[in-house]
């Protein structure tokens, strides 16, 4: 009897910036070979600023009444706008929740995501040139639709990717498995981006699961597989530009695990002083995801203060026209009756003309 080994797999882990903003130089050597340049550069820094600007304002309305639950994503900005920013325009985008830089870096006008938020179904239903789904609550239920999108793509002949985001929770889902599966067997062209923020409400990452990565989980599934360091944005743009380009090639799906932090409360209504260490918090705080870009930028001579004032100045503005907008929004109350079947069943027809009666 032989033994022999049938499989072995490793996980690489991608970072560019250290935590001080300093430079691996063969991998920004890449990056600018591959386009990155001063404007993009500019470009990743100002939506990151753009979405932790968004964030203080919707936790803000919250705390005010004007808004409903909110799920923040300081700390995790690096993830989605990094990532987001190796699609094309045309791409699409499978969001979860937590995704607010991708709205920003796909150039979606923020008062949908407010709307949203703030408990309008029409902030879901985004002007046709977005390919990106509504937001999905459910956890995980959503790659299986990532998965099924790219599997169309492919079918139809498309040039095209899609990017799906979920969280390390969302990685214990079977949606989860099965959307890797399928993506795997048919070689669909999917980006999946599971944001490792080391909690899923309040169960920590160690209670999710005994693998050491949560990238690993797509070795079972025959697809790529890479970890990277989720509070440097330039690893997540050149993990997910990677991925887009093979996907792209016709080379199938990756699974991307962003190791990051969250920065706070699961959502506006959760208390995270209850179970998230005072000490684990500090240490995090120190990986900033913007500090850490901008003391890169600095070294480089692209950041001044002068950068950094105009640049807060219009994401401050942008998102108090997207307030404006979303609280000036009403909404057209028949739409939560019209959009669940195809053809209204009698008693939501009843329920409709009760409504009427109520809203005159
Ligand atoms: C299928 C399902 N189960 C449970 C919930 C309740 N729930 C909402 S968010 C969440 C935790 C998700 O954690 P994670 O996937 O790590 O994403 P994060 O919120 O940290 O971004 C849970 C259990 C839900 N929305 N959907
Ligand atoms: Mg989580």
Redesign the pocket.
């Given at each position: 009897m032989a033994v022999k080994k049938v499989f072995s797999g490793s996980v690489d882990y991608i970072q560019v910036l250290d935590e001080n903003g300093a430079v691996d130089k063969a991998l920004e050597k890449e990056l600018l070979r591959g386009g990155l340049g001063r404007e993009q550069l500019i470009g990743l820094y100002r939506c990151m600023v753009t979405a932790r600007v968004l964030d203080e304002k919707a936790i803000n309305l919250q705390r005010q009444g004007r808004m409903l639950t909110y799920?923040p994503c300081r700390g995790e900005e690096a993830i989605t706008v990094g990532t987001s920013f190796a699609l094309r325009k045309d791409d699409w985008v499978v969001p979860?929740y937590?995704e607010q830089g991708m709205y920003i870096v796909m150039g979606v006008p923020l008062k949908y995501f407010l709307m949203y938020f703030m408990g309008f179904e029409e902030g879901n239903h985004l002007p046709r040139e977005f390919n990106i789904t509504p937001v999905c609550?459910?956890?995980?239920?959503h790659f299986l639709h990532a998965a099924g999108i790219g599997m169309a793509m492919k079918h139809k002949g498309e040039n095209k990717v899609v990017m799906t985001y979920?969280?390390?929770?969302?990685s214990s889902?079977g949606d989860f498995y099965e959307a890797l599966n399928f993506a795997g067997v048919y070689g669909a062209p999917v980006v999946f981006v599971v944001?490792n923020?080391q909690?899923?409400?309040s169960v920590p990452r160690k209670k999710q699961t005994a693998a050491k990565t949560i990238a690993q989980k797509g070795i079972a599934a025959g697809i790529r597989c890479v970890q990277a360091d989720g509070n440097d944005v330039l690893a997540m743009y050149y993990t997910a530009k990677i991925a887009v380009d093979a996907a792209r090639k016709g080379e199938g799906p990756t699974l991307i695990e962003a190791v990051s932090y969250?920065m706070g409360m699961?959502t506006t209504a959760d208390d995270p002083k209850r179970y998230m260490p005072e000490d684990e918090i500090e240490m995090w705080k120190k990986k900033d995801p913007i500090e850490r870009f901008r003391k890169y930028l600095k070294a480089k001579r692209i950041w001044n203060e002068v950068l950094e004032k105009k640049i807060i100045k219009q994401a401050a503005v942008e998102v108090e026209h997207a307030v404006e907008e979303a609280e000036a929004f009403r909404s057209d109350y028949t739409h939560m009756f019209k959009n669940v079947y195809a053809r209204m069943p009698a008693e939501l027809e009843e329920q409709l003309e009760d409504a009427g009666r109520f809203a005159r």
């Open positions: 799920a979860a937590r609550v459910p956890v995980a239920t979920t969280g390390d929770g969302g889902e944001r923020n909690w899923a409400i969250r699961h």
